[in-house]
């Protein structure tokens, strides 16, 4: 049998160490690390992968793809998709600053509360803090995939519209808007409006920063599942732990970051597995989104 080799193509110019650690822990014998990888110059990469291996030996390759940048891996992602060609592939998984797993572990954890499911009605309305981050717009794709109706919250209303057409450009039929987030929330607007009908908000945005303070969680009075994906302190939600896992907390139930790490994880070492296992697999969030459902 083969040595297990994975190749971590990440488009920052260090590659991540904790993907370097998980890949090992999830069995990979090898690990190959690239740095400052862009679609330029992944393709001589990819071939090295290729064609080193034949037959039933080829499935002991496969390739990560990383970053900090989620536009760049996809960029990336769409190369290597393209590079292959008939049998002649490997397994890839793409987890962009961990944000497709971080993303579907929390889209798992929302669906254990509330009617995910897609043609769904009356649709469950959800927020998303910090839905510009590469956790944060991952988030809003997969809800609103689910059949969510889905407001992307950022601080610049332009770059929540870029996401949102991001979106739409692969999901039609998707209700997902955008909104300017200031983390004040005035009597009687239509942000208060709007948060006032929520059954959903996660929250995505940068370690250490508060979007939704103790009166903006007093007036969202209808939400029914509350997650915090900052493990940092402060809380990027007033009142959450990163350590809750489906607290109840008035009428809502809670998780932190630590509370949905465990579902990550788990569908991060099940993903690097599957990638050695199946080699025509290609693991972007949707998928990655599957393997937590099933698990």
Not at 29 to 48: E, I, Q, W
Not at 233 to 242: D, F, N, R, T
């Amino acid at each position: 049998m083969p040595k297990r080799i994975l190749i971590q193509l990440d488009c920052d110019s260090q590659p991540s160490t904790f993907d370097a650690v998980v890949a090992v822990d999830a069995g990979a014998d090898v690990l190959l690390r690239h740095g400052g990888v862009t679609p330029d110059n992944v393709v001589s990469l990819v071939h090295g992968a290729m064609f080193t291996r034949g037959g039933a030996d080829l499935a002991s390759t496969a390739i990560f793809i990383g970053g900090s940048d989620v536009a760049a891996a996809d960029a990336v992602a769409a190369r290597v998709r393209g590079t292959f060609f008939g049998p002649v592939r490997v397994g890839v998984l793409l987890d962009p600053s961990g944000a497709n797993t971080t993303a579907a572990a929390a889209v798992v954890a929302a669906a254990r509360h509330l009617p995910l499911r897609p043609g769904e009605k009356p649709q469950p309305r959800a927020l998303v803090l910090g839905g510009t981050g590469p956790v944060g717009q991952r988030v809003a794709r997969l809800l609103a995939g689910r059949g969510a109706d889905v407001t992307v919250a950022s601080r610049t209303l332009r770059r929540a519209e870029e996401i949102v057409a991001r979106i739409t450009a692969t999901l039609p039929q998707a209700a997902v808007s955008a909104v300017e987030w200031t983390g004040s929330l005035q009597p009687d607007t239509a942000l208060a409006r709007l948060v006032e009908q929520l059954d959903l908000i996660v929250a995505a945005g940068a370690a250490g920063v508060k979007l939704l303070n103790a009166s903006g969680r007093a007036v969202a009075r209808s939400v029914k599942v509350i997650i915090d994906l900052n493990a940092v302190p402060p809380a990027g939600i007033e009142g959450v732990v990163a350590t809750d896992k489906a607290r109840s907390d008035g009428a809502a139930v809670v998780y932190g970051a630590l509370g949905v790490g465990g579902m990550k994880m788990k569908i991060h070492k099940a993903a690097i597995g599957r990638i050695f296992t199946q080699p025509e697999a290609f693991l972007d969030a949707e998928e990655l989104l599957a393997i937590g459902e099933q698990s």
